[in-house]
């Protein structure tokens, strides 16, 4: 439970590690022992499920993971595969069930496994890097990454209501 220097990592770099993986060590806490059913649950007709959930926190951190690595958007092929949990809503609870919690563990595992990798490479001066600019906001990539694991947070607290629900 420490934020601290990780060896091979930038200091900033493994402070947002830290972080990153606190976050997703209570994520993968408080889905464990969930069933297929329980996962495809809806609460509601506009409802998302835990497992759309799931599928949404390793989509979002692919789709940063290429715009803050690889300085492009999601191509077509990875659109088709990410783009529903991406999105969520209607297309993600059409499309997105029928899967047991491994699968959605090894999803965010794969995701995360690139991200740690590439973290590596990169120094303190690359995540304060400015890429863009919203509403004459700069952004830089630090804040890219930490809108992942506050994402993640956000939808965290999402599947513990719905598992409280059903």
């Known amino acids: 439970m420490l934020i601290t220097k990780i060896d091979g990592h930038a200091e900033q770099v493994s402070y947002l590690i830290c972080m990153m993986n606190y976050t997703r060590n209570i994520t993968l806490s408080?889905?464990?022992?969930?069933?297929?059913?329980?996962?495809?649950?809806?609460?509601?007709?506009?409802?998302n499920t835990i497992g759309a959930l799931l599928l949404h926190i390793?989509?979002?951190?692919?789709?940063?993971?290429?715009?803050?690595?690889e300085e492009r958007e999601l191509n077509?092929?990875?659109?088709?595969?990410?783009?529903?949990?991406?999105?969520?809503?209607?297309?993600?609870?059409?499309?997105?069930?029928?899967?047991?919690?491994?699968?959605?563990?090894?999803?965010?595992?794969?995701?995360?496994?690139?991200?740690?990798?590439?973290?590596?490479?990169?120094?303190?001066q690359w995540l304060h890097t400015i890429d863009e600019y919203y509403q004459g906001t700069?952004?830089?990539?630090?804040?890219?990454?930490?809108?992942?694991?506050?994402?993640?947070?956000?939808?965290r607290g999402q599947i513990n209501i719905i598992k409280k629900m059903i």
């Open 30 to 47: 408080s889905v464990e022992g969930l069933t297929q059913p329980q996962l495809d649950s809806l609460l509601d007709s506009n409802s």
């Open 138 to 155: 700069p952004i830089n990539r630090y804040f890219k990454w930490f809108h992942v694991f506050e994402d993640e947070i956000n939808h």
């Open 76 to 124: 077509e092929d990875e659109e088709i595969q990410w783009g529903p949990a991406i999105r969520l809503g209607g297309e993600a609870r059409e499309t997105i069930r029928g899967n047991d919690l491994n699968y959605y563990i090894q999803k965010l595992n794969d995701v995360r496994s690139n991200t740690l990798k590439r973290f590596k490479e990169v120094d303190d």
């Open 58 to 69: 390793a989509a979002i951190e692919y789709a940063y993971f290429v715009n803050t690595f």
